[in-house]
Nanobody, 118 residues
Framework: LQLVESGGGIVQPGESRRLSCEAS????????IAWFRQAPGKEREAVSC???????YYADSVKGRFTTSRDNARGTVWLQMNLLKPEDTAVYSC?????????????WGQGTQVTISS
């Protein structure tokens, strides 16, 4: 299972950005999908996760600003990021749990850079 993230770029503070996570040749509908991020010099941080039963998890740092959702018709998972802050700058990666939960991530994407800068 190969995951591909897209949607990264340079965004001004306060603006929004939407990232997508897709699998080459597969649908993500049967997987729990998490978003992680890693900023330079910092440890990787779990940002959000969505299970196959639509259970959701968000890190405290993004609650109220970020939303994870599924598009089952497209087999895609989205990360909608609003009110972006400079401290949100990081490489964002998605990861998949084949058991549909948010626990054991056996597949990872390469990541997409999101930079918040004025």
């Amino acid at each position: 299972l190969q995951l591909v993230e897209s949607g990264g770029g340079i965004v001004q503070p306060g603006e929004s950005r939407r990232l997508s996570c897709e699998a080459s040749g597969f649908s993500l509908n049967d997987y729990g999908i998490a978003w992680f991020r890693q900023a330079p010099g910092k440890e990787r941080e779990a940002v959000s996760c969505i299970t196959t039963s639509a259970g959701l998890y968000y890190a405290d740092s993004v609650k109220g600003r970020f939303t994870t959702s599924r598009d089952n018709a497209r087999g895609t998972v989205w990360l909608q990021m609003n009110l972006l802050k400079p401290e949100d700058t990081a490489v964002y990666s998605c990861a998949a749990d084949r058991n549909g939960r948010c626990k054991d991530f056996g597949a990872w994407g390469q990541g997409t850079q999101v930079t918040i800068s004025s």
